[in-house]
Nanobody, 116 residues
């Protein structure tokens, strides 16, 4: 499966941003999806996940502010980011894991910068 992220950019603290991850090349519904973020010199951090049963989970730092969702008809996974903070600045990467084989796939990432 191929993953292409978009929607990153510069946003002011307290603002909102929606990231999108379009999947192609395989059956969209047979994957669990995750959003990670990473800064230079730091470990990749799991931000949010959604599984094939539509169950979601979030890292504590974004609970109540970020929402992960997916649209099967558009083969797209979203990350709605509200009330963003400077510490949310990072490259955000989309990850797909096959529920059949466990194989993992990554997008190229989209940069989010939160600054006034």
């Amino acid at each position: 499966v191929q993953l292409v992220e978009s929607g990153g950019g510069l946003v002011q603290p307290g603002g909102s941003l929606t990231l999108s991850c379009v999947a192609s090349g395989s059956i969209f519904s047979l994957y669990d999806y995750k959003w990670y973020r990473q800064n230079v010199g730091t470990q990749r951090e799991l931000v949010a996940s959604i599984n094939s049963g539509e169950e979601t989970d979030y890292v504590d730092a974004v609970k109540g502010r970020f929402t992960i969702s997916r649209d099967i008809s558009k083969k797209t996974v979203y990350l709605q980011m509200d009330n963003v903070k400077p510490e949310d600045s990072a490259i955000y990467l989309c990850n797909a894991i096959s529920t059949y084989s466990g194989a993992a796939y990554w997008g190229q990432g989209t940069l989010v910068s939160v600054s006034s």
